[in-house]
């Protein structure tokens, strides 16, 4: 699964949380359920059922696949507008295809991040490239949202191109876990990605029967999701297995263990991390706006169809001027 990885995690810098630190205990361990996004391409709602108080700053997570595609059945999204957060989007296996009508856009594959925020608003779309519509072949991937305050909401658009090599790459003591740090920092290692709301993105790879306890801010919430393998959670070995979200209370460090036996096309336990500083705002939120209100909302449409989050590029075969079809959750 993992593209980024390396041969002996001995070789990389050790995290452990510090003596005397707090253990945050799971609060609530719930299950995401499918659901088809963009053009049709399966998904996992990873943070559906958990009250947004738990999940602020973090808005909605996807994971997408794991899916082996045939010829001819890659999908993506079609054109659509974001404004009010910063999308995340984080490729395991595959490629993917971003352009927005901002000028920001690239090729992601193998452990790569785009990360594109939105502010005042843009169009962009997410699509496989041609070769593997004709070929077919593996894709699994995730998509974060993560919430912009008030003062950011209306920003500049920019686009983060984060290769995989350029995560920072830390292990366990033990070396049983490989810790890839996205975004953020993880006692003092700071990850690429460049954050308004300041929050903590890590992709964990722990062998069977190893277990990482990590420091944690603890003006952060803390939050695990499971992409793959069996393990438990909290120093109470709170069972969780794939598409399971883990909410954790408050405290200084959080722990992850695996089971000693994994599934048999799983070797480890792969798990999202993630923490973030609650923004503790009012929040309005309906399919691809993110606001504080029911006012901004109606602006933020209001400005789409009057074509002021941009122009979809005609090479693509829109007129200057038409806008694409709204998809909810997109």
Same mark, same amino acid.
């Given at each position: 699964m993992p593209a980024v990885t390396v041969e002996n995690p001995l070789t990389l810098p050790r995290v452990d949380a510090p003596t005397g630190a707090v253990p945050r205990r799971v609060l609530a361990v719930t299950t995401a359920p499918g659901g088809f996004e963009g053009e049709g391409f399966p998904v996992r709602r990873a943070f559906a059922g958990i009250n947004y108080r738990?999940?602020?700053?973090?808005?909605?997570? $996807?994971?997408?696949?794991?899916?082996?595609? /045939?010829? /001819?059945?890659?999908?993506?999204?079609?054109?659509?507008? #974001?404004?009010?957060?910063?999308t995340v989007t984080y490729l395991i296996d595959g490629t993917f295809v971003h352009q927005d009508s901002n000028g920001g856009g690239g090729t992601i594959r193998n452990g790569d991040t785009q990360w594109m925020t939105a502010g005042?608003?843009?169009?962009?779309?997410?699509?496989?490239?041609?070769h593997l519509v004709l070929s077919g072949g593996l894709f699994h991937g995730? %998509?974060?949202?993560?919430?912009?305050p008030a003062k950011d909401k209306m920003m500049d658009p920019r686009y983060q191109d984060i290769r995989g090599g350029q995560v920072q790459l830390l292990t366990s003591p033990d070396g049983g876990a490989l810790l890839r740090v996205?975004?953020?920092?993880?006692?003092?290692?700071? /990850?690429?990605?460049?954050? #308004?709301?300041?929050?903590?993105?890590?992709?964990?790879?722990?062998?069977?029967g190893a277990e990482v306890t990590l420091p944690w801010r603890q003006d952060f919430n803390g939050l695990a999701y499971v992409l793959a393998g069996r393990g438990s959670v909290g120093t109470e070995r709170r069972p969780v297995h794939l598409g399971q979200t883990a909410v954790f209370g408050d405290g200084g460090s959080l722990t992850v263990r695996a089971d000693d036996k994994q599934d048999g096309h799983t070797p480890d336990l792969e798990i999202i991390l993630l923490?973030?500083?609650?923004?503790?705002?009012?929040?309005? #939120?309906?399919?691809?706006?993110?606001?504080?209100?029911?006012?901004?909302?109606r602006?933020?449409? *209001? $400005?789409?169809?009057? /074509?002021?989050?941009?122009?979809?590029?005609?090479?693509?075969?829109?007129? $200057?001027? %038409?806008?694409? *079809?709204?998809?909810?959750?997109a």
């Open positions: 738990h999940l602020d700053p973090f808005i909605m997570m $996807d994971q997408m696949g794991e899916v082996e595609y /045939g010829v /001819g059945e890659a999908k993506g999204t079609p054109w659509h507008p #974001h404004r009010g957060f910063e005042s608003g843009l169009l962009h779309i997410e699509a496989p490239p041609e995730l %998509q974060l949202w993560v919430n912009l996205i975004a953020g920092e993880l006692d003092g290692h700071q /990850g690429p990605g460049i954050t #308004h709301t300041p929050i903590t993105m890590i992709h964990a790879t722990l062998r069977p923490g973030g500083r609650p923004i503790r705002e009012p929040m309005a #939120h309906y399919g691809p706006f993110v606001m504080n209100s029911e006012a901004e909302l602006q933020a449409f *209001e $400005d789409f169809q009057a /074509g002021r989050l941009g122009r979809v590029p005609a090479v693509h075969g829109m007129q $200057d001027g %038409q806008g694409p *079809e709204i998809t909810p959750g």
